[in-house]
């Protein structure tokens, strides 16, 4: 009776761990099923590489590349925020802050981490776009700019947990060593916390890009939405995220347009694959570098 | 935990007779956005009259209405445009033919944000801006500022009516801002000096003005009298001769009652 009983919760625990696979499989049948139906009528390369995004033009045009440098464009600025602050918030917290500041700093962050990101957008809609327009002369608020700057602070939670995970695997006694031999704070930080802890930072990095570059309704209110390729940071974007969100509600199931939304999903798919492979990658060769294993 | 399943057993009880009402009669429409709040008022006057009528509106936009016309899977499709020859082609092979009704008018008004001097702009003009042939406003007589273009997302039917009216079918110049709702190209527009935009008749809101297009300022007038170019009607089609539900339901829409809730919603009545 007790071997039964403990072999059906063993069943049904399996069954729960491997239901996630088989969302996944079919999410990314159904992705393949729905978008490869234009590329009998699109070439890939001139969906790839073509500048100009007219889908529901008589003489429809579905050429993704502004859409995919907006969303690399974005990604990229948000980086430029998030890793500062991400990654200087983990340190702080973990190497420097006393132990009253860190019950008080990691909530915190967390809860930033828990903002609805429609909340986001319409902050950056409203209040952002708006004063960054009249700062800087520009003619709209609504651009590259004001979307990397949302997504960036989006980010930083992602960024601040794992890197603090990183930097808490990084044994004692490396510190103490360092310490041992004359370095000071700052030396032992820079030389010897910094590059232990360097691959479980980089990991922390690629998943708050993939964070970035996955985010969707922030990026619809705030970037802008213009489908030309960016020239600088203050010029409206569309990336791939807002094209579908703002499109798919109004395309007709079956169509050239839909087909051509779900490649899009896929092509993002693809993207945020490999960001998290990446992640996977670096932080194995982190674990085994510290001698902690799998 | 006995509240508990009474609760539960009270409201399959409720569901259930929900259920039995709507077998009676059940009426399903979906499509445009902008015929939307037409369609949703009418619905609840109409269903607070025939008790027994169950009628659901969805939005989706005219393109997703029309298809599930042809699909099958509703009964009446809000278009705020006319249906495509394509589309046409594709009902006639699955053995449908939509009927076209058209149940109110709407101008697509230009709007500016308010500061803005411009009073008024030739056709030509606007589709200069719109296709990206000027890009600041000194080239038609306002401040040596750029035109921040804001046009809606190119799924909607008040896109492809607009390119149609405005653009002679051209393209809208790439670094124009898309926005997904009438409500977002207004709220742009008055938070961007300089802005110009385009919304139906009942979105001209604080902050922004419509402008005069080749001296016609869009009223419900001008766009009744057709003097107003960029008018258009605005449509529900039903697969063949509407019968039953679907039948008095338009008949209701194009009554005087009906009509006076297409006029109250901010549209152009036809009649």
Known sequence: MQRLREKIYRWIFTILAF???????????FLFK????????????????????????????????????????????????????????????HELASARQRAFLKPLIEILASIPSVVYGFFGMV?????????????????????SVMLGIMAVPTVTSIAEDALSCVPNSFREASLAVGANRWQTLTQVVLPAAGSGISTAIILGMSRAIGETMTVLMVAGGAAVMPRSFFDPVRPMTSTIAAEMGEAAVGSLHYNALFSIGLI???????????????????RLKLGLGR | MKQISTFILVTILVMGLVVGVAHAERLV??????????AQRAAEEFMARNKDADISVRGGGSGVG??????????IANSSRPIKDSELEKAISRGKEPKAHVIAMDGIAVIVNSAN??????????????????????????????????????????????????????KVRKDALMEASNQAVASVVAKTPGAIGYVGLAYIGKGVKAIEIDGVMPTKSTVVSKKYRLSRPLFMYTNGKPTGLAKEFIDFILSPEGQKLVDEEGYVSIK
Do not use: M
């Open chain 1, 268 to 286: 993002l798919f693809l993207i945020t694959l490999i960001f998290n492979i990446l992640a996977e990658i670096i932080s194995r060769r982190f």
């Open chain 2, 66 to 75: 029309i298809t599930s016309l042809i699909a099958g899977t509703c009964d």
């Open chain 1, 34 to 93: 729905e978008s490869l139906p234009l590329f009998r009528y699109v070439p890939v390369g001139d969906f790839l590489l073509g500048t100009a995004w007219y889908p529901t033009h008589e003489e429809a045009e579905f050429g993704i590349l502004p859409l995919i440098v907006a969303s690399l464009w974005v990604t990229l600025g948000a980086l430029v925020i998030c890793v500062p602050l991400g990654v200087g918030s983990a340190l702080y917290i």
């Open chain 1, 19 to 29: 239901a996630s696979l088989i969302f996944l499989v079919g999410i990314i049948l």
């Open chain 1, 127 to 147: 209040i952002a776009a708006p004063f960054l327009q009249q700062l800087l002369k520009l003619p709209t608020g609504l651009c590259a700019f004001t979307a």
């Open chain 2, 29 to 38: 429409i979906e499509g445009s956005t902008t015929v939307l709040p037409i």
């Open chain 2, 117 to 170: 001097p411009i009073t008024g702009l030739s056709k030509q003009q606007l589709k200069d801006i719109y296709t990206g042939k000027i890009s600041y406003w000194s080239e038609v007589g306002g401040p040596s500022e750029k035109i921040v273009v804001v046009s809606r997302d190119s799924a909607s039917g008040t896109f492809e009516a607009f390119g149609d009216l405005a653009l002679d079918k051209q």
